[in-house]
């Protein structure tokens, strides 16, 4: 359980994270999205006290992260920039943090067995791909036997094998009941794993929400209708809470607020020849786009601002 | 998944242990002590030897002024490049590295990360220079016994400068740590500590000569020399300056770990 109260980061004159208000949930995967650049990362490390906040106030199981007798088996965490000695080997990576808090040795062998780097373990983590470092990373992050998980971007530089197995090990960690933090700036990659999703753009959160009420809310709003009589139909159609945009000159509308076979049936009910009724599956990244189109438009000016 | 023991908790001991597995596991600890310990056994061993040969040559008031002792332990001198270096290291490369992200996570109280890490180096550098000055030592003593030119182990105050030449390297190692872990930067830290030690005392002759005399025994590396000198000069007695050495050690551990708190990482 994570739960982040009013949460303010400042680095500057830049205000990093703003205001966060959360709770993430065990049992669940709990998906943290946002651009790049929108606190992600910031949020984590405030969660794990490697930032001081700002403001606003951050507890993992109930404290300060700071507070606990065995962090790492409070939280486990990824985070996206590496966090190993070049020139030491993964085994020894893990053994080191694992001595901190009397984890046993054994555990260690488990993990390195467990994530797949057997072969490598005595080989210095500097000469690592993408990939074995992410690998790495999460043999750290499960090291402590966490009852809270939190990676950051664990998909980064994975191949398909390795994103579908972050996906399983994901799911089977929420189902062991653990809090299961992932941030990612990929929508398509949440909609498969996560349970619940916390979007934020510009260091504040613009969506709360379960999945399913996000992909809800973001396919089958739109529904395309071509009827020679559009203009009538249209009128028809016009609610308080729908919008009817003509499309071309040509008797093409795009309906929002209104299902698919609603608008058969009212069409149907009032003689109306209906030539084409599509709903549009507005893409889940589209919806995430939407969502967040202010803050990377703003950013963007930001940036056009300063060169 | 194996439930992790419910005795799982962290410990002074517990970091002190990983930060031993730490040090031994990285490639710049073996080179660097290496190193130290070549340079103070073979040039020590190297100078002993050119020293011997050149002695009947020597006028008398070099002769009178020969110093076996100095001369076996010239070595140290180097030693201290390798050791400061190392020291500054330690603890930068974790910040160059990013490994500092995983360490305090995993110590999230952070001071404890710094105690053991000075604790460990010292007692590491501690337990491989004070024999590698004693070896040293007797080495550089049997090279010199072939000119008859050699002083003992017994003689006064020679104990004091072998074991101090260990004690001194020590607290080199423990001052440049604590000047890494203030400025977090490799070059910067190396660049601080060679200034304080090296680059300051040589400054200070600008100053009128009396100023200079005043100031300059109270120096890092005045103070801690002092343990190695056998001559009465203007400098502090051996242990009370090898004591204000450590002090300024302890001093540069302090700032480090008031900035360790108050910083983010």
């Known amino acids: 359980m994570i739960e982040a109260q009013g949460l303010t980061k400042d680095y500057g004159d830049k205000r990093a994270v703003d205001g966060l208000t959360f709770t993430v949930r065990p049992g669940v995967v709990t998906g943290f999205l946002g651009p790049n650049g929108s606190g992600k990362s910031t949020t984590m490390r405030l969660i794990l006290e490697l930032d001081a906040p700002t403001a606003g106030d951050v507890t993992v199981n109930g404290k300060h992260y700071r507070d606990h007798a065995a962090p790492l088996h409070e939280v486990g965490a990824l985070l996206e920039a590496r966090s190993v000695h070049t020139g030491r080997s993964a085994y020894n990576h893990l053994l080191a943090l694992a001595q901190t808090q009397g984890i046993p040795r054994s555990r260690v062998d488990e993990l390195i067995d467990m994530v797949g780097l057997h072969e490598v373990a005595k080989k210095r983590a500097g000469g690592f791909s993408l990939g074995m470092g992410q690998r790495l990373g999460i043999a750290t992050a499960l090291l402590g036997d966490p009852s809270t998980v939190m990676l950051d971007e664990p998909v980064n530089g994975l191949d398909p094998e390795g994103i579908l197995w972050i996906r399983q090990l994901l799911k089977r960690l929420a189902s062991e009941g653990r809090t299961v933090f992932v941030s990612s700036h990929l929508m398509s990659e949440m909609a498969l794993t996560a349970d619940h999703l916390i979007v934020i753009g510009r260091g504040r959160v613009i969506a709360d929400t379960s999945t399913e009420d996000f992909v809800a809310q973001a396919s089958g709003s739109l529904v395309r209708v071509r009827s020679p009589q559009a203009a009538r139909l249209a009128e028809l159609l016009a609610g308080p809470d729908v919008t009817v945009t003509p499309v071309d000159g040509d008797g093409l509308l795009d309906v929002k607020g209104l299902k698919a076979a609603q608008i058969g049936d009212l069409a149907a009910g009032n003689g109306i020849a209906i030539h084409e009724l599509t709903p549009q599956q507005a893409s889940l990244e589209d919806a995430f786009m939407e969502l967040t189109r202010e803050d990377v438009e703003f950013k963007a000016l930001e940036q056009e601002a300063v060169a | ?265």
């Open chain 2, 1 to 265: 998944m194996s439930a992790v023991a419910a005795q799982v908790r962290v410990t002074q001991a517990r970091v002190a242990l990983s930060e031993w597995t730490k040090l031994r596991s990285v490639r710049s600890t073996r080179w660097s002590f290496l190193a130290a310990i070549l340079f103070a056994i073979g040039l020590g061993a190297l100078v002993s030897a050119i020293a011997g040969h050149h002695y009947p040559r020597m006028a008398p008031h070099e002769q009178a002024t020969f110093d076996a002792l100095d001369v076996s332990l010239v070595g140290v001198q180097l030693s201290q490049l390798a050791i400061g270096v190392l020291g500054v290291l330690v603890i930068t490369a974790e910040y160059s590295t990013g490994m500092i992200r995983a360490s305090l996570t995993a110590v999230p109280k952070r001071l404890p990360v710094l105690w053991a890490k000075a604790l460990v180096f010292a007692a590491t550098t501690a337990a491989l220079m004070i024999p590698a000055a004693l070896i040293a030592f007797f080495v550089g003593q049997a090279i010199l016994s072939s000119h008859h030119i050699e002083t003992s182990f017994s003689h006064p105050g020679v104990a004091r400068v072998v074991l101090g030449a260990g004690l001194y390297l020590t607290v080199v190692g423990v001052f440049a740590l604590g000047l890494g872990a203030i400025v977090r930067n490799t070059a910067g830290g190396i660049a601080l500590f060679a200034g304080i030690m090296f680059v300051i005392p040589p400054l200070l002759n600008v100053l009128p000569a009396n100023w200079n005399n005043a100031a300059s025994p109270y120096l890092p590396l005045a103070a801690g020399e002092a343990i190695m000198s056998t001559s009465s000069g203007n400098h502090l007695s051996p242990w009370v300056g090898l004591g204000l050495f450590f002090l300024y050690a302890l001093a540069a551990l302090a700032v480090a770990a008031v900035l360790l708190l108050r910083r983010d990482t």
